[in-house]
């Protein structure tokens, strides 16, 4: 196992290097002149010129990257170019704002989801399955923005329940987590498109299980259906559903520009969208580096997590 | 809620492209709100809605590459400048408002005599001559790395600066300059900063006089600078704590949230009411109206551009409903050089009546009434008709040069050799260039077809420009759209002209961005001049580089619209109209309208809860 860990640390690492590259080649051919784009339209060329030598751009794109590297590994990210701040700090501010919101909504979706799929795979091919499949996949497949903007309409405009965004001045977990009625919304829209995905992988993975001669041996020995749901189709029916957790880190790193733009949630979604089209690409970087640890760490967590639930696959890599 | 200030260019012209524009005669409503009726009462908080404004910087001289013109949202209460623009609902000088109590001009208008009003910083110290002469000397350190700076004016044009009192400043110009245009672009940029405090080139060090020489200038404005970009500090640093106008600032943070308080000390006439003003960012258009329409605690919020048709419920929610000119001008540029992909539009965009052609198949009015529901300047030539009545030539005022005409812009391609084609494309049949012909560069059977490129993602620019496209085509002139994002644009987009039109930036033939921020000068200077940084397209005329001068240096009051006329009947840019701020506000709230392009919900000391009559 320690050693299996150790490659995949060295593998994680050589992504992450590969992505910083790919992201950093990229960019850098974007067309158009950044100092432009940043300073506007009647940027001087002596502005522009000035701008270049401020943030390094008049080096060759080798060196700027060395460059980058370097201060990346001092834990420098760089200052955005646009909103004249440390990567580092804008980043530290949105990060944990999205943690909350988007690790609620995923929990809340796992919650529901898997007992859900679970319910469901016992009813295989009966009418309450398939209700339950056509509302999850209906709700998949709506556009988050669209049931955002229609639970919005009812919920806020029309009965003045809830109030439809984070007010402005709230920036900290302590002060958002304090106003909890504003994550409401944003939660279980977020919660609606995942639902779908985990109740449907357990749905499939447990129809599996239940036809598995164990599951058919306990339910022979008289174990009762409860224990035989709880103790061993649960645990057995949730492997695809861990590789999904999984996978949902860099979602949750990454943010969720729609939820955040419509919440008034300024999150590291938003950080990136705005970044992009603003050429800002310090925070580019930093946000594609961030979430690509988030994505090697969330594959490692995945596969441990498979050794920890199946003892089978632990044993086949140590 | 938006700020387009002379220094906000940049960021103004972004925010434009989602919420613009101006009012006009010709189909625009003139609406200054609703009367408040009521006792007014003191005290009480603002909640003013702000759409994608972040401010980053404190300190008030923002560097050349810090372009983010929202800064000055930020500071403007807090450090007013020596001339306050707007009065009423006018753009013109506030003396009242000022810092100045006289401003003469002397000598052939080459000496400024600038007599400050006894007027104190919050801290009690009297504001003086050498919080002037603190700015002046900073600046003239610093002038490359000050974003306010236009090359060859304040501080490089100033031969000396003279204190000859505590309250009395003399400006020794190297040249002579119009006064109503040094006034109002020059001296309107420059805010009196307080020595006593600033003048430090650390955060503990020691008031000095550093700024006296070159190095120590240097030190100073790199200092405050620095320390003006963080943060944390803005709203408990005690160097920001030192202000000359109406508000201190009592909370910042970095999603762009700030709350001012009154400056109890506040010298000037307009003391605050209200107990405080908070500035509420929304991340974008959409979450500002759900939270409108959902009755919660906005005081005052601009409506977006896609939502106007929403204003009866805002009123059915307890609104009222005003809106503000734009200060800035709608343009759809011309790229006058055949360069790359421009090769064979160039040419055409070179004829005088070509452009003249396009401009009288442009719809304004109804673009005006249709996309923008009336809240819109008509767009009539360089200067927006309800920009104030000293800046409207009569020509302007009676439609400009070239109202809407299929049938002129016919007549007009067709005397210069076109076969025109209605609802195709026309193409030359009189090659040459003579007075009949197609004109220079323009072979026979070449196509009247133009690609207009234009900021994406605001559905109003998708109608207009569609509207646009529809008149041209029906008029014999192709056009296709492309819609790009903005900064994809502007990064995109160079100053093409006779010194430099690389193939790289000057591909496009014509090209929308939104508006261009006007000074509150609205001259041509920087837009249409020879070689000025703003004439994208490569316009030259030395005629208009002579009426441009004469409303900078000139000493006639005739010479604006001399400029004015001559420029709207030129079409170095193509006019179209520009699209108001909208903006609505608590029924019991009042003191915001009448309001000027300039200091558009930006002035809450004129703002006050009234108590409903009994």
């Known amino acids: 196992m320690t050693w299996y860990l150790i490659r995949r640390v060295g593998q994680a690492a050589a992504v992450v290097l590969g992505v910083l590259i790919l992201t950093f080649i990229l960019i850098h051919n974007e067309p158009g002149s950044t100092a432009r784009a940043i300073l506007g339209l009647k940027a001087t060329p002596a502005r522009v010129a000035l701008f270049d030598h401020l943030y390094g751009l008049d080096k060759p794109i080798y060196q700027q990257f060395v460059i980058y590297v370097k201060n990346v590994v001092h834990g420098n990210l760089g200052t955005s170019y646009q909103l004249q701040q440390p990567v580092s700090t804008l980043i530290a501010e949105r990060l944990p704002r999205d943690a909350v919101l988007l690790g609620i909504s995923t929990l809340l979706a796992l919650v529901v989801g898997v007992p859900m799929g679970i319910y469901q795979a016992l009813r295989h091919n009966m009418f309450v399955d398939d209700v339950l499949s056509g509302t999850w996949f209906t709700l998949y497949s709506a556009p988050d923005f669209m049931e955002a903007l229609l639970l919005i309409a009812l919920v806020c405009v029309q009965f003045h329940w809830l109030q439809p965004n984070f007010p402005g001045g709230i920036t900290s977990v302590g002060g958002i987590l304090a106003d909890w009625r504003a994550l409401i919304l944003p939660v279980v829209v977020l919660a609606i498109n995942t639902v779908a995905g985990f109740s449907q992988y357990a749905r499939s993975s447990a129809i599996q299980q239940l036809a598995a001669d164990y599951i058919r041996v306990v339910r022979a020995k008289g174990v009762p259906e409860r224990l035989v749901v709880l103790r061993h189709l649960l645990r057995n029916s949730l492997l695809p559903v861990v590789t999904i957790l999984g996978l949902s880190l860099p979602d949750i790193v990454g943010g969720a520009i729609i939820a955040e733009a419509i919440f008034n949630f300024p999150g590291m979604g938003l950080l990136f969208w705005q970044a992009a089209l603003s050429h800002d690409f310090p925070i580019l970087l930093g946000t594609t580096l961030i979430v690509g640890v988030a994505a090697v760490v969330g594959n490692l967590l995945a596969d441990v997590a498979y050794g920890v639930l199946d003892p089978r696959i632990r044993y086949a890599r140590t | ?614």
């Open chain 2, 1 to 614: 809620m938006r700020k387009t200030h002379r220094l906000a260019a940049a960021a103004a012209a972004v925010s434009l492209s989602i919420v613009i524009a101006a009012c006009g005669n010709s189909g625009g409503k003139i609406n200054t709100g609703k009367a408040v009726h009521g006792t007014p009462i003191n005290g009480g908080t603002v909640t003013v809605a702000e759409v994608g404004v972040s401010p980053n910087l404190i300190f008030p001289l923002d560097p050349s590459t810090n372009s983010n013109g929202y800064n000055v949202n930020l500071t403007e209460g807090m450090w007013p400048f020596l001339v306050y623009i707007g009065d009423g609902a006018s753009s013109a000088v506030n003396p009242q408002e000022s810092l100045y109590s006289s401003l003469t001009y002397s000598q052939n208008d080459s000496v400024i005599t600038i007599v400050l009003k006894p007027w104190r910083w919050s801290d009690g110290v009297p504001i003086t001559s050498r919080d002037f002469t603190f700015v002046y000397n900073l600046l003239k350190a610093n002038y490359n790395n000050w974003l306010g700076y236009t090359p060859g004016l304040f501080p490089v044009d100033v031969k000396s600066v003279l204190t000859p009192n505590a309250h009395t400043v003399v400006l020794d110009l190297k040249r002579s300059y119009n006064p109503q245009f040094y006034t109002d672009d020059q001296l309107s940029l420059i805010p009196l900063l307080p020595q006593h405090a600033w003048d430090r080139t650390s955060q503990n060090g020691k008031v000095g006089n550093y700024d006296e020489t070159s190095s120590g200038a240097k030190a100073v404005y790199n200092f405050l600078q620095k320390v003006g970009t963080k943060m944390s500090g803005f709203a408990t640093n005690p160097l920001w704590q030192v202000v000359d106008g109406p508000w201190k600032l009592a909370a910042f943070n970095s999603s762009g949230y700030y709350a001012w308080v009154p400056n109890k000390n506040y010298s000037g006439p307009d003391k605050p009411r209200l107990t405080k003003v908070e500035w509420t960012p929304f991340t974008d258009d959409t979450a500002e109206m759900n939270t409108l329409r959902s009755g919660t605690s906005l005081d005052l919020a601009g409506v977006p551009a896609n939502d106007l048709k929403q204003i009866p419920q805002l009123e059915a929610e307890g609104y009222s409903v005003f809106q503000v000119p734009t200060p800035g001008m709608a343009q759809i540029l011309p790229n006058l050089w055949p360069t790359g992909a421009n090769a064979a539009a160039g040419p055409l965009l070179r004829q005088l009546y070509i452009r003249q052609a396009l401009e009288y198949l442009i719809n304004r009015s109804q673009l005006v009434s249709k996309v923008f529901g009336g809240y819109a300047d008509p767009g009539n030539g360089p200067v927006p008709v309800s920009y104030g009545k000293q800046w409207d030539s009569p020509l302007e005022k009676a439609g400009g040069p070239y109202p809407y005409s299929p049938a002129k812009a016919d007549a007009l391609l067709k005397a210069h050799g076109w076969k025109v084609v209605p609802n195709g494309i026309s193409t030359c049949t009189s090659p040459g260039t003579g007075a009949a012909n197609c004109g220079a560069g323009i072979p026979a059977g070449d196509q009247l077809q133009f690609q207009l490129l234009y900021g994406s993602g605001t559905a109003a620019f998708d109608q207009q420009n569609a509207a646009i496209q529809s008149s041209e085509d029906a008029g014999g002139i192709h056009i296709t759209l492309k819609a790009e994002p903005f900064d994809t644009l502007v990064s995109t987009t160079g100053t093409c002209n006779q010194q430099s039109h690389p193939a790289s930036a000057c591909n496009w033939g014509l090209q929308q961005f939104g508006y261009i921020p006007y000074t509150s000068d609205p001259s041509g200077a920087g837009n249409f001049n020879t070689d000025a940084i703003g004439n994208y397209g490569g316009y030259a005329s030395p005629q208009m580089d002579r009426l441009i001068n004469a409303t900078e240096y000139g000493s006639s009051s005739a010479a604006f619209f001399a400029y004015e006329d001559y420029a709207a009947q030129q079409l170095p840019w193509l006019w179209i109209p520009l699209q108001s701020g909208v903006f609505v506000y608590k029924k019991n709230l009042a003191g915001i309208t009448p309001t000027d392009p300039f200091q558009a919900t930006l002035n809450p000391e004129s703002w006050y809860y009234t108590k409903p009559a009994s």
